[in-house]
């Protein structure tokens, strides 16, 4: 098992661009999310997703849109780049609501300039 | 506010000593609880996870507890090694959040040789 992957590992972003972040799971797990990281901080939701076909936003969804088409797949999408989303974003899953542990990808850094 | 807060920020250690490590949340009607390893550059690593129903969790030289009544959690490291430094970080999944984890901002460890 890859577990949670995510790509791409870094990016820099002008401001008003637009990309997607990749995040993918093979352990068949029904909930994913999607959390941001600032320097020295610990991670904020942004949206999670408890199976196919069904989102919700999190903590600080702003700025960001979410999709689930499959149970593999969550990715994020960045509309209109701003500085402050200069970040470390990480993608989690877990099998059920918190009974057992989430476990994360590597996370993906971006800088937006 | 469901809010999750450590402290210290940041210990440091000599080699072999005893640690605890402590995490405290506002709102006692929690779903569970769970301690994170961060190394610099990376994901999170799940350490021990404790359901509400439970007082603690041990994992070779980790055990964690948990009490709800006054708000708080601690990991305890014993005869830390250099290879434990790292960030730890505290989650907690509230009833009211389904499913949704807070983070604190986490302790920076470093274990001196």
């Known amino acids: 098992n890859a577990g949670v992957t995510q790509t791409p590992k870094f990016r820099i972003l002008k401001i008003g661009q637009s990309m997607t972040l990749q995040c993918t799971q093979d352990?068949?797990?029904?909930?994913m999310y999607w959390y941001r990281q600032d320097p020295g901080m610990g991670l904020k939701l942004i949206y999670y997703?408890?199976?196919?076909?069904?989102?919700d936003k999190g903590e600080v969804p702003n700025g960001y849109n979410v999709s689930r088409s499959t149970t593999e797949d969550f990715p994020l999408r960045l509309e209109l780049a701003a500085p402050s989303q200069t970040s470390v974003y990480f993608c989690?899953?877990?099998?059920?609501?918190?009974?057992?542990?989430?476990?994360f990808g590597p996370g993906t850094r971006l800088l937006v300039l | 506010k469901q809010e999750v807060t450590q402290i210290p920020a940041a210990l440091s250690v000599p080699e072999g000593e005893n640690l605890v490590l402590n995490c405290s949340f506002t709102?006692?009607?929690?779903?569970?609880l769970q301690w994170f390893r961060q190394d610099p550059g990376k994901g999170l690593t799940s350490l021990l996870l404790?359901?509400?129903?439970?007082r603690e969790q041990t994992s070779g030289r980790l055990n964690a507890s948990l009490d709800k009544s006054s708000g708080r959690s601690t990991l305890y490291i014993a005869a830390s090694q250099p290879g434990d430094s790292a960030t730890y970080l505290c989650?907690?999944?509230?009833?009211?959040?389904?499913?949704?984890?807070?983070f604190g901002d986490g302790t920076t460890l470093t274990v001196k040789p």
């Open positions: 997703s408890v199976g196919a076909g069904i989102t």
């Open positions: 989650a907690v999944t509230y009833n009211t959040n389904a499913g949704k984890s807070t």
């Open positions: 989690a899953s877990s099998y059920s609501r918190g009974r057992e542990t989430q476990y």
């Open positions: 352990m068949n797990h029904n909930y």
């Open positions: 404790i359901q509400s129903s439970q």
């Open positions: 709102d006692s009607a929690i779903y569970n």
